[in-house]
């Protein structure tokens, strides 16, 4: 159940790329899970071919009025001057009705998703990327992505997977 005080959340998915689809559907691939690791050898800055960003907004429906800007912060960001400001006029967002009753334990809300894809991305140095929906005066937390060195004593291979040969592996 949606807590009453609390109108609007969401989330985001940090990823490397993200595919329209046949029927409507989207792709999203290389989904990073907490944190975007580089080898401790790489410096900053760091330029990637592709950085992608699915974000997901929901209210409560009727409970604003008001326009819905999304905010991305990269590090070296500040609050007042993010990387990527995109304004959604509310005028513009179409809220339909589904042609189909809501049962008594649903609650109508209003849905937002959308899709942002940099390429190429420059990361100036370590730190979170952080997204952030305002409206009004309300400030809506969608999630953040930590990009980080890999630590000296760090394996960055993804756990429960083994290593790579260090020969190709021919079978047949």
């Known amino acids: 159940m949606i807590d009453a005080a609390r109108n609007s959340w969401g989330f985001s998915l940090f990823c490397d790329d ?3 689809e046949v029927g409507g559907k989207m792709s999203v691939m290389g989904v990073y ?3 975007m690791v580089f080898p401790p050898v790489q410096e900053f800055p760091i330029t990637i071919p592709k950085f992608g960003i699915l974000f997901k907004y929901y209210e409560t429906k009727d409970a604003f009025t008001e326009d819905v800007v999304i905010r991305v912060l990269f590090p070296g960001d500040s609050k007042e001057a993010p990387s990527i400001t995109i304004p959604f006029p509310r005028a513009n967002l179409i809220s339909s009705e589904p042609p189909y009753p809501v049962e008594e334990d649903q609650q109508r809300v209003f849905n937002l998703t959308f899709p942002i894809l940099l390429a190429p991305c420059v990361i ?4 979170f990327v952080k997204v952030r929906v305002i409206c009004g005066d309300r400030t ?3 999630g953040s992505l930590m990009i980080r ?9 993804p756990s429960g997977f083994p290593a790579p040969p260090l020969s190709p592996v021919v079978s047949g």
Request: net charge neutral; proline share 0%.
């Open 18 to 20: 993200i595919r329209a």
């Open 33 to 35: 899970q907490a944190d």
């Open 124 to 127: 100036k140095q370590e730190g």
């Open 140 to 142: 809506t937390n969608l």
């Open 149 to 157: 060195k890999a630590r000296a004593d760090e394996n960055i291979l």
